[in-house]
C-alpha cells in the first residue's frame, strides 16, 4: 500500500494505555477505519452524549473493521480527573474498546495528541480512513444519522490520495454550555 | 442502463398523490435511491418514530439524489384514514415529501401495493437501490445510526446486478405493542 | 355540601361519549378533583406530550379519587376529525378513560365546552378542585414535576371558598409549531 | 414546635462541605421540608437521571421553603471520588445546592451518614418532613410525576406526630445495571 506520509494523520501520543494489552499506533493501522474518540471525564457532553453514541457505533458497525479508539484529553481539572479517577470511569460506565491518556509533556495544559490534531475541546472525534489520512474531524454531538452515514462512507471508500487539505479540523458547534472548549489563551 | 426486470422492486398503485404535481412511478427513479416509506397515520409508532426519523433523513441527506415517497397503506379502521383526514395529517405534520393512498381494490383489506412488496404491517421501510431493485425492506423503526449507514451505502453502491432474493423481506421488530402488524387471518 | 354556583366551572356539552356506559357531568363530581385535559387527534403536540402526560397522571395518581375526562375539541379540519376516526384513535393509542366530543352547535368553529370555558387551543387543561371551581387551566404542556405537584395540591386542598378571578386561564406557552391555537379572527 | 427526638431523621455527619459558607444541620431545618439527595460522581444514573432530576425540583419549587441538600456517599472506588475530583465534578455540572461528602470513619467503606441512614446505594433520596423526621426514602429514580407529587405533599403537610415506621427505607428499583448497590458483604 502506498500512502503520502506527508498527509497522514498526526501519530498518537499516550502515557497510559487501557482496555489493551498493548500500546496501539494509528501507523498499524493503516488499512482498516479508525475512528478516534476523544473526552474528559468530567465533560457534561462527553458523559451524556458523546460517549452513549460511541457505544452505538461499536454495536451498529460490530460486523466491520473498524477500530475505536478512545484518548482521555484532559486539559482542566488536570487533579480531578488522574488516571486513577478515569479507570474507575470506564469500569462503572463499561467503556470496553482500548483507550488511552492523552500524553501531558508540561509544556502546555493541553496535552500532545490533543495538540497534534489541533482539537478544540471535548468531545471531539476523528474519523481516520483506511489510508490513514483524516476522513472527518468534529468537535461537539453529530446527528446518529449523519455520523452513520459517514462511517459508513469511510468503510465504503476505497484508497484515495491523501491532500494537504484532509488535515484541516472542521467548525463543530460550540459546546459552550459545557465548559469544555479549550480557553483562546491557553490555545496551542 | 441494463437492468434485469425480471428482479425489478414492484411499481407502486395509487389512487390518490398528495405534495407532488404529478404521479410517481419506481420506474422512473431507476438510476436514484429512493426510500419508500409505508404508513397509517392512527399507527402511534408510524407518528412517533418513523415519520420523525424520515425527517431527520431528508434532512441529512438533503444534498444527495436521495428520493423520498410516502405510502398511506391504510389495512384497517379503513373508514376512519380517509384521504381527507390523511390530508390534515400531512399538513399538521408538516411533511412535504411525495406521498401516495396505496390503491385499495376490493379484494383485500390490505391494499395493492402493499401486497406486492409483501410487507408486515406499519411502518415499514423499502429502500430501492439505483439498478431499481430492493435493496432492504424493514418492519418497524430501525437504529438512527443504522439506516443512515444504509443509506449511505444505498448512495455509494455501484450498480448491481440485481438477483431474485434481493426482493424478499428481512424480519423486523414485531411492533406488537402498536396494533398494526397485519393480522394472520387478513394476509395475503 | 355548599358550593356557589356563580363560580362553578362551566358544565360540559358533548354530542357523543366514549368509554362510559353513561354521559358524565362536572356537576355530579363535586367533591372529587377533575382533570378535564382537551384535545385534537391531529394536534401533534397532543398525541406526543399531553396525552402521554395524561397516562402517566392516571398511573401515578391511580390510588386517589381524580377523575380524569378527555374532550374533543375539535376547531379546525372538522371533516377529518370525526367520531369515527376519533373511535380508532382511542382504540389505538389505547385511551381507556370516559372522553366526549365537544358540541359543534353550528354557531362558531369552536366547539360549545371549549368556548365556555375560553380554551385558546390544543392542549389544553383544566383542573377543577373539589368544591368544583376551576383550581387551573394551562394551554401547551407543563413539565410533569409541576404538574404532579399541582394535582397532589388539588388532591390535598381543603374546601375553597370559590371566588370569580378562579375562572380565568392563565397564559400557557404559545404552541405555534403545532398550528393549533384558534386564530383571532375566529375566537369566541 | 414540639418534636419526639426519638424519631427525628438522624442527623448528617459531613467531612466537608460546597456551596455553603457553614455547615448545614438537619436539626436546624426542623420546620421546612428538606430533600437530601445522596450521589457518587461516577454513578452512571445518578449523573445521567437524579442529578438533573433534583435540578429540575430546585426549578419547580423554587418560590417554596424546600431545601435540598446533596450528600456525596461513597462506598466504593474511594481513590477515584475524591473531593478534589468532586469539586471540579459540581463545577461543571453547575450545582449550585449545598453539598457535603459523607464522613469516611474508617470503620466501613460505607460512609457514617449513609450507614445512619440505612440507604442501600446511589441515588438515593430521603424527603424529611417538617416536622424532622422521614417523609419518604427512595433508592433509584422515581418518575418526575410522583416526586413532584411527593415533594407537595411533604409542602403541604401538616406537622404530624413521627412514628418509628416513618424511618424504615422502602424498596426502591435495583439500580442493578449501574453497579451501585451497596454488596451484601459490605452492608452496614
Redesign the interface.
Known sequence: MTTNSATLAPELAVSEWFNTLKPLTLREHIGRPVLLHTFQL???GC??ASLPQVQ??EH??AGTDLQVIGLHTVFE?H???TP??L???L???RIRHPGGVDLADGKSDIPVTMRRFALRGTPSSVLIGRDGSIFHTSFGVE???????????AL?APLRTPTATDASADDGPACSE??CAIPPTRAA
Open positions: 468530567l465533560c457534561p458523559v451524556s452505538r457505533i451498529v458497525f481539572h487533579a480531578a480527573m486513577v479517577t479507570k474507575a470511569f469500569h462503572e460506565y446527528e446518529d444519522m449523519a455520523l452513520g452515514a459517514r462511517v459508513a462512507m465504503a459545557d465548559h
